[in-house]
T-cell receptor, first 114, second 113 residues
Framework: AQKITQTQPGMFVQEKEAVTLDCTYD???????LFWYKQPSSGEMIFLIY??????QNATEGRYSLNFQKARKSANLVISASQLGDSAMYFC???????????FGTGTSLTVIP | DGGITQSPKYLFRKEGQNVTLSCEQN?????MYWYRQDPGQGLRLIYY???????QKGDIAEGYSVSREKKESFPLTVTSAQKNPTAFYLC????????????FGQGTRLTVV
């Protein structure tokens, strides 16, 4: 069974500080991809970052980085230098490479405080 | 510009009525998906299609139906059998590559009145 767990329903961070959003996953597939999406109040889903299960290095995209710990099955998102516009819901997702299904966590609501 | 278009953005339905949500993509993606989003529950898969004229049920398919007659289009019908249809519906597509993400439409908010 495939499962994504996000244990933080809500998080607060001071503007310009870094924040880590937690994500753990469960899969029996040896090869998979991990994704993070941002959903502002408008509802659109914005792709942020991708990590492949065989990638040796942690993925980075601008202020976003993914702290990938394969043995612990965790894929935490780190946002550096938080901005007010980062306030949104954040979803972790996984896609086993044996199929085309994406599995999503329940999301974390991030609020950036000025 | 390539992308996914969902329409309408807001939809109101009377109880007992069927309603169809539109999803069109011009990304030439083979796979398309419908998700339902409720507060605190994340995205739950309703139906997905990997190729024209073929689709599979997701985790919460009861009360919903889909068709995939064209590669570009994957409409979702919310039938009167769906007991609690008020939700935010998201359509997505995916090219099938190993390290590529799913692309999403802007969503449709359905309210039963």
């Amino acid at each position: 069974a495939q499962k994504i767990t996000q244990t933080q329903p809500g998080m607060f961070v001071q503007e310009k500080e870094a924040v880590t959003l937690d994500c753990t996953y469960d899969t029996s597939d040896p090869s998979y991809g991990l994704f993070w999406y941002k959903q502002p109040s408008s509802g659109e889903m914005i792709f942020l970052i991708y990590q492949g299960s065989y990638d040796q290095q942690n993925a980075t995209e601008g202020r976003y980085s993914l702290n990938f710990q394969k043995a612990r099955k965790s894929a935490n998102l780190v946002i550096s230098a938080s901005q007010l516009g980062d306030s949104a819901m954040y979803f972790c997702a996984m896609r086993p490479n044996t199929g085309n299904q994406f599995y999503f966590g329940t999301g974390t609501s991030l609020t950036v405080i000025p | 510009d390539g992308g996914i278009t969902q329409s309408p953005k807001y939809l109101f339905r009377k109880e007992g009525q069927n309603v169809t949500l539109s999803c069109e993509q011009n990304l030439n993606h083979d796979a398309m998906y419908w998700y339902r989003q409720d507060p605190g529950q994340g995205l739950r898969l309703i139906y997905y299609s990997q190729i024209v004229n073929d689709f599979q049920k997701g985790d919460i398919a009861e009360g919903y139906s889909v068709s995939r007659e064209k590669k570009e289009s994957f409409p979702l019908t919310v039938t009167s059998a769906q007991k609690n249809p008020t939700a935010f519906y998201l359509c997505a597509s995916y090219t099938g590559g190993m390290n590529t993400e799913a692309f999403f439409g802007q969503g449709t908010r359905l309210t039963v009145v």
